[in-house]
């Protein structure tokens, strides 16, 4: 029920304003305000109702690939994740600043091409009230063959029964 003492209203020209100030913020979810109006005379106009919804909270957004730190020879990798809202959908997602398609459920995947060396990914999620949940991933594209640099044999030559030492030197 709501405490009709706070609703205020003002005349204007050919009608009233009315405003109403809740003692509490609203909970998140929708809501429904009714209005009702009658003149002196006693004529009731037709009631309306509109609804709206109070988001607080940002959308959930959960990557499940790639991981963190994830290191590839190949030139895309193809990020996955869910996406929910409890009370502003539908959510959309970008990668990267691309719209992504986001399935009812809440499910993406998308592929996306790597440059060379370290690549950030940055995944949005925004909800209608535009509330979004960023996640980002430092994905490594390496390309290039490791460079073996030497290769020796301690004592050179071997003898036959003794012990002797290969050592390489690699760089990756």
């Known amino acids: ?38 003149d002196y005379d006693g004529n009731a106009a037709v009631q309306k109702s509109v609804t709206f919804t109070v988001d607080t909270i940002p959308p959930t957004l959960s990557i499940s690939a790639p991981a963190e730190g994830f290191i590839t020879n190949k030139s895309t990798v193809t990020v996955k994740g869910t996406t929910d809202d409890a009370t502003s959908k539908p959510v959309t997602v970008t990668v990267n600043g691309a719209p992504i398609p986001v399935t009812p459920s809440g499910t993406f995947s998308n592929d996306v091409t790597l440059k060379e060396g370290s690549n950030t990914i940055t995944i949005v999620a925004k909800d209608k009230a535009g509330k979004t949940t960023t996640v980002t991933r430092i ?30 030197e690699v760089t990756d």
């Open 1 to 38: 029920a709501v405490d009709t003492s706070k609703i205020t209203k003002t005349a204007v020209t050919g009608g009233y304003t009315c405003s109403y100030t809740p003692a509490s913020a609203l909970s998140d979810g929708a809501h429904t305000v009714v209005a009702t109006a009658s």
């Open 139 to 168: 994905v490594k594209l390496d390309t290039a063959p490791p460079v073996i640099k030497s290769a020796t044999i301690t004592p050179n030559p071997v003898d036959c029964g003794k012990t002797f030492v290969i050592s390489v």
